[in-house]
DNA sequence: GGCGTCGAGCAT
DNA sequence: GATCATGCTCGACGCC
């Protein structure tokens, strides 16, 4: 794969019509990520969003067909950026339905009618941003889809261009979120949040119906209509009329709530400007494209050129992290946990890795590089020059986007305007993803610019230096040191290291982990470093990936009890062994009370036999799996 | 009942 | 036509 210097004053940039991956010309990577004052969201106060939902007269046991079943009802909540309350609330409706307080009811007898009134109203309105819950796979093409059988006219004219809306069959797939059939409707200068597709993307829940999202976040329930009621409440009176058009109001205006709620906009609007793609990416495509885009605008900004390859898709596979065979058991002395920060973005920075900066062996003859000096050779064999010869892209790019986020959260520490704070954080995080996933994307064998030797090489360094920081670790803190025990690091994993100093004070713990974080950074090149975190007392390791503990940040109370791969934070169980777990665990852990852990377990399960203590030091502790509803 | 394989879901 | 990574555990299932 070449990388050369674009023609003087010409930018040859990897042309993409498909992914539009071109970059315009005049736009600067550093001005995208840079600082920008937040004021500028001032400007937004004019957005206007709204928010709705349809409901259908479906038959019996039937899911709603465009080509049978009518609309009956589209709820509307119309709402200006950073306003507390909508200033339209109103309910289409097909046949007569009493008054809702504070909403406007209109009525039609016919639904072309009502249809196509809908869409003045969206004209009208104008809106900036089309929200709602599963909208795109749903509301928009089914409303397109019936207007088509009943003929209305120009009914799909939703954008602000005269061009169409037309809803196309879209497969997103990915090794990350699996295969996905999606549909996508174009609604050219409106923006497009469904909300449905945000939190599935964003969030891990055990259901994502509208119902139980809006029970998570909001901590209310929306009121249930069963959906075999809604063609009985629709063929019944006016006032059965009203219930289901303020069951349909209330599925408008929830969307709304949890966009302002989670600040989606603000971290959605901030993921767009720091990677520089459209807005609508951020839920239609993956993660790619975000950092295609922004290795376009750093190469521009270089003169470089990206070769447009198709590379041979390989099942190669390479090496990962290591996991540290873990001593198993019981702990009740405080574990100290070190975790190097950011590893695998600041290993690329540490040792130059890059597209740009990768060389052969006949290049080092050819150029008579001198090894450690103009080039190093990683633990994986392949060799990378320094930065004494050329600074890679990525290395600038990660230094960039982490400074920037450093910068981002000292401006959130001392924000107090919680619309300002909500477009800080977003920022943070979008800078946080996007240095993260710069990794994995070097790895993805089918992906456009896989570079395996930057991926195995970045494991391969990671591998080596758990490694020694368990070595230096366990050499330094010992009795032959003067220390008043052997450290033993009884656990790690990619990252992290958990050490038992042997001692039983927190506060001791606390400072040795602090002092052995240090002493380990200074082992490593910067920007490596190795941080103590938190101390784990008690800690019940169980096997790879499985843990639990209280966790402490500082010697006078436990923050919380953190639980890690254990069945109290999967999803593939019934509730019933997430919350027997869950309540098992804080008696041993919280109330250190075993007999008590084992009789509530035998009183939940009887056929559970009761074990005896020995077991459960081992960790054996779990009874025949509880299957049932 | 032990053994291998596969997929889900998590950890990092 | 597009899709960030590997490591690990555990239950389900088929097989003998």
Redesign the pocket.
């Known amino acids: 794969m070449a990388w050369v210097e674009a023609p003087a004053g010409r930018y040859a940039i990897m042309s993409?019509?498909?992914?539009n991956c071109q970059i315009e010309a005049q736009i600067s990577y550093r001005d995208l990520i840079a600082h920008k004052p937040v004021g500028e969201w001032s400007k937004m106060a004019p957005l206007r969003i709204l928010s709705f939902d349809i409901e259908c007269a479906g038959r019996k046991g039937i899911f709603p067909e465009a080509n049978h079943d009518s609309v009956i009802q589209i709820a509307n909540v119309v709402t200006k950026y950073g306003d507390k309350k909508p200033f339209v609330r109103n309910v289409f409706c097909l046949d007569t339905t009493s008054p809702i307080v504070a909403t406007q009811i209109l009525s039609f007898d016919k639904e072309e009618k009502m249809l196509s009134s809908w869409r003045d109203f969206l004209e009208k309105v104008d809106p900036d941003i089309i929200t709602g819950y599963n909208i795109a796979n749903f509301d928009f093409p089914y409303l397109l889809d019936r207007a088509k059988h009943l003929k209305v006219h120009g009914f799909e004219y939703w954008s602000r261009t005269h061009v169409k809306s037309v809803a196309k069959e879209?497969?997103?797939?990915?090794?990350?979120?699996?295969?996905r059939d999606t549909k996508a409707t174009n609604t050219n200068g409106r923006l497009q949040l469904d909300l449905l597709q945000l939190i599935q993307r964003d969030h891990?829940l055990?259901s994502y119906t509208l119902n139980s999202v809006c029970s998570h976040f909001l901590g209310e329930q929306k009121e249930d209509v069963h959906h075999s009621m809604i063609t009985e409440l629709f063929e019944g009176t006016p006032e059965s009329r009203r219930r289901l058009a303020l069951y349909c109001l209330k599925d408008a205006y929830l969307p709304q709530r949890l966009m302002d709620k989670l600040s989606c906009l603000e971290n959605y609007t901030e993921m767009a400007r720091v990677t520089g793609v459209p807005f609508n990416?951020l839920l239609a495509?993956?993660?790619?494209?975000?950092?295609?885009s922004q290795l376009c605008r750093k190469a521009l900004e270089q003169k470089l050129v990206i070769p447009n390859v198709r590379p041979e898709?390989s099942e190669?596979?390479?090496?990962?992290?290591?996991?540290i065979?873990?001593t198993r058991g019981y702990y009740d002395v405080p574990i100290a946990t070190l975790?190097?920060a950011s590893?695998y973005p600041s290993i690329i920075q540490a040792h130059n890795l890059c597209y740009t900066t990768l060389i052969k062996k006949k290049d080092i003859e050819k150029w008579n590089l001198k090894k450690d000096e103009d080039y190093v050779v990683t633990p994986n064999g392949d060799m990378f020059v320094t930065t004494k010869q050329r600074k890679g892209l990525l290395a600038q790019i990660l230094e960039e986007l982490l400074s920037a986020r450093k910068q981002a959260k000292r401006e959130l520490a001392a924000e107090t305007d919680p619309f300002k704070k909500a477009v800080l954080n977003g920022r943070q995080l979008a800078l946080k993803?996007s240095a993260?996933?710069?990794?994995?994307?070097t790895?993805?064998?089918?992906?456009?610019l896989?570079c395996l030797e930057i991926?195995s090489s970045t494991?391969s360094y990671g591998r080596q230096m758990i490694e020694k920081t368990k070595q230096e670790v366990e050499k330094r803190y010992c009795i032959a040191n003067g220390y008043t025990h052997d450290a033993q690091v009884i656990y790690g994993?990619?990252?992290?290291v958990m050490v038992k100093f042997g001692t039983k004070d927190l506060a001791e713990a606390m400072k040795l982990g602090e002092d052995a974080s240090q002493f380990v950074s200074s082992k490593f090149v910067k920007p490596i470093k190795l941080e103590f975190e938190k101390v784990y007392f008690p800690y019940l390791l169980?096997?790879?990936?499985?843990?639990a503990g209280l966790y402490w940040t500082k010697p006078e109370k436990y923050d919380k009890m953190d639980?890690?791969?254990?069945?109290t934070?999967?999803?593939?169980?019934c509730l019933l062994v997430q919350t027997v777990i869950e309540k098992v665990l804080r008696m041993i852990l919280i109330d250190q009370d075993v007999p008590g852990a084992q009789e509530y377990v035998h009183h939940t399960i009887p056929s559970c036999p009761l074990a005896n203590h020995s077991q459960i030091r081992q960790g054996h502790h779990?009874g025949p799996?509880a299957?049932q509803d």
Not at 16 to 19: A, G, R, T, V
Not at 563 to 567: S, V, Y
Not at 569 to 573: A, F, I, S, T
Request: no cysteine.
């Open positions: 993409d019509k498909q992914s879209t497969n997103f797939s990915s090794k990350q979120m699996g295969n891990q055990r990416f495509r993956g993660q790619q494209v975000k950092f295609l898709s190669e596979q390479y090496e990962g992290a290591t996991v065979e873990p975790d190097f590893l993803i993260n996933s710069v990794y994995g994307l790895g993805a064998t089918n992906g456009k896989p991926a494991t994993d990619t990252d992290s169980i096997n790879k990936k499985r843990y639980t890690k791969g254990i069945e934070v999967r999803r593939d169980n779990r799996p299957k």
